[in-house]
């Protein structure tokens, strides 16, 4: 779609509300979007959500790879209309920009997914639901129709210890009309975080991020299998009671399906948090795994997680339809290369065989001009999101991706081009 420009529309809508003296409910830069957002969590949610691994170098080095790429406009170019239009298996979408999965965002807000899924319904671009979601993905969908029917969405899969429970998830996923599947690969085992370690904070003990698996029916089989053994066995000694585990207690009642009180006096609902804990993720995930997905489900499949180039060719040679070069917003290995400086190498790599998205790092429109210049297809929005979100709810998450596209359509246009899709390396140069 060829239009006069996002970015004046979005600039011109913020200046008319000026002369009111009213300003974006959202910064539009990000660093004081950042700020804002730290007061309005709480300890908890911030921790999980703006944290990094170890001492933070992966989080470092995401910015640092963006900042090594100058972008050089060209001048005296008719730019008066352009394109931020592309497609993705099947699906066109009115901007190179997708929303992230993030998960447990129940600690920002209840039900945080149905909202993110409303800002980007609105906003004509994907949202990834998160596999650790805090609403399951039918909820989540339902939500994303009523704002606009068939509106994209994609399912993020984290590759379960129980195989059955993997099936279920992609049935799920087919059935709600997801666009595609990112299967998450660099997780297998949680990041050494230390925001959340000197909190003890781990928001899926208290139910906080397992709504797509409180909701699951092959889940809720595991569940009661586990508790009619347990009871069969005589059942384990409980733990000492302390304030702390009485507080839990609640939140977990709070957090699973059911009223709060059938729940405190229920056994699943700890032995779901115990089940999910336990199964959710598998260290074991190979190449043959992905081998045989493509029997398992007709969805496009992505890699996500994805930073030597060797992992994008297995990747294309096994018939995967899209990448996305990921560290994991810095969050799993503390010293990563930065996503961005591995960027280059998978495009080469992948030679067209497949899309390639990114994320890490990514925070403005100038950003996705750059990661779209070297070669990716698309960008992917996480952190960013969630602070508008925790700023002003469904309006904070859409207005906050809704000024990254505007910025990136002005880049565009000021840097001399009219069409996302045609951007090459010349654009930029590489500053050492």
């Known amino acids: 779609m060829t239009t006069p420009g996002a970015g004046r529309v979005r600039q011109n809508e913020i200046y008319s509300e000026g002369v009111h003296d009213r300003v974006p409910s959202v910064p539009t830069d990000f660093g004081e979007l950042e700020r804002r957002a730290k007061s309005a969590m709480s300890q908890r949610g911030w921790a999980y959500i703006n944290g990094g691994a170890g001492e933070g170098s992966t989080m470092t080095a995401n ?33 190179p920009v997708l929303f992230s999965p993030v998960g447990a965002g129940g600690l ?18 994907p949202y990834i639901f998160s596999n650790q979601g805090s609403a399951p993905m039918e909820d989540v969908a339902a939500a994303m129709d009523d704002v606009k029917p068939g509106a994209p969405r994609w399912f993020q899969l984290y590759w379960s210890t129980d195989d059955d429970l993997v099936g279920s998830f992609l049935q799920r996923a087919e059935a709600m009309g997801a666009g595609a599947v990112a299967v998450t690969l660099d997780t297998t085992m949680l990041g050494w975080r230390p925001q959340d370690l000197n909190l003890g904070s781990l928001p899926f003990a208290r139910a906080e991020g397992i709504a797509q698996y ?12 586990r508790v009619a053994d347990a009871a069969a066995s005589g059942g384990a000694d409980s733990p000492k009671p302390s304030i702390g585990a009485i507080k839990t207690l609640f939140e977990i009642a709070r957090n699973v399906p059911g009223s709060v009180w059938a729940n405190l006096r229920a056994k699943e609902p700890r032995a779901s948090v115990q089940t999910f804990l336990d199964i959710y993720s598998r260290p074991s995930l190979n190449w043959n795994d992905i081998a045989g997905l493509r029997d398992r489900t007709k969805l496009p499949i992505v890699l996500k997680g994805i930073l030597h180039p060797d992992d ?3 990747a294309v040679e096994l018939g995967v339809d899209g990448i996305i070069v990921s560290n994991h917003g810095g969050r799993q290995i503390d010293g990563s290369i930065g996503s961005v400086d591995a960027l280059v190498d998978v495009v080469d790599a992948v030679d067209g065989r497949a899309k390639v998205l990114v994320d890490s790092g990514i925070h403005t429109g100038a950003d996705v001009f750059k990661v779209l210049a070297l070669g990716a297809d698309a960008a992917c929005i996480g952190r960013a999101h969630m602070y508008g979100l925790a700023l002003a709810g469904v309006d904070g998450a859409r207005d906050v991706v809704a000024n990254i596209i505007a910025e990136l359509d002005l880049t565009l246009g000021l840097s001399g081009n009219t069409d996302v899709t045609t951007l090459t390396r010349e654009a930029l140069k590489e500053i050492r």
């Open 63 to 95: 910015r640092r790879a963006l900042d090594r790429w100058a972008i050089v406009p060209r001048v005296l170019r008719d730019v008066s209309q352009r394109s931020l239009s592309i497609e993705l298996f099947g699906q066109q979408l009115a901007a």
């Open 312 to 314: 994008a060719r297995r």
């Open 214 to 225: 409180t909701h699951d029916p092959r889940f809720a089989q595991i569940v009661a299998q």
């Open 108 to 125: 920002v807000t209840r039900a945080a997914d149905v909202h993110i899924g409303r800002a980007a319904a609105q906003l004509g671009v």
